[in-house]
């Protein structure tokens, strides 16, 4: 996916921001989210060899990869602008200003605005305007929000990214649509809803995909996927529902329903185990009729979908 210049750009000076003491506005940008948001499933950090591959795993892994990719590049603006001190902040501490800020090569000037309100709740945003224009040109591209009783990067909140503005300000920024993100992070783990909405990349056939995860902090875990597509040997419109769920150590099992083309309101399904070097020892299939390896290696015994 996409990595936008401006993210690189602030992680270049990233390590500049460890060396400053707290800074104004640091209140109110400990409300904002971090990387606790972010997916932690077990992977195989060394190059690929030989062995067999579970497709499930490897097709789990990589939607996480891209959902934490595009949470982190949020979480990677917001971490690394917020070091510094704010350039305006109110007497109430309740309202800071971040910027504008810019690269040498960036055609757009970015600010970052953060509003504590009386309900307790704070509504966040990065806005950009062309380089050198007037304030009144500011567009918001990411704008969040954070529920009341949420500290410290704990609690409830949302976020949403306009792709179509970042890539009207800068056509660098390839990516078009949106995504957007409702979660929920406490001592336990994180829990949240992650969506693309006519998302594409680098010129791709925009997707609409719905993403839910939950996992404990470091522990097991387990995500929804929705989406729509065609296919060439079930017909066009397919509907797509997977269910994924892993351990600790990273054996897992993925549960697929099929449903709409030519099937029309019936339903296929797939599984799919993995143990925890990653290899398959079960599969089943039922439109195409595979049953490989035995169940009861699953480290999870029985098939489950989402509910909703």
Known sequence: MTTPRLMLALFAVSTLSACLPAAPGSDLAARLPDDRLLINMPVDEGAKDEREWSGAYLFTAQVTRDVNNMTGFVLILVDTITAFPATAVDGDNNHAVWGPWSDALDPVETALTVQLHDDGSTTWQFQQKPKGSDDAEYVVV????????????MGAGRFAIDFDALNELDPNQQATGAYAVDYTVDEEGVRGEAAFQNFSDNGGEPIDVLYRYDQVHGGEGEMDLGWT??????????????????????EGRSDSLVTGGVLGESVATASECWDNSFAPVYMQNSWEGVLEGEEGACSFADAEYPSE
Do not use: F, N
């Not at 065609?230 to 892993?246: N, Q």
């Open 229 to 250: 597509t065609d296919g060439e040997d079930l017909g066009s419109e397919l509907v797509w529902i997977v269910r994924s769920r892993w351990t600790e150590i990273g």
């Open 142 to 153: 990411i704008a969040g929000e954070v529920d009341e009783g949420s500290e410290d990067g």
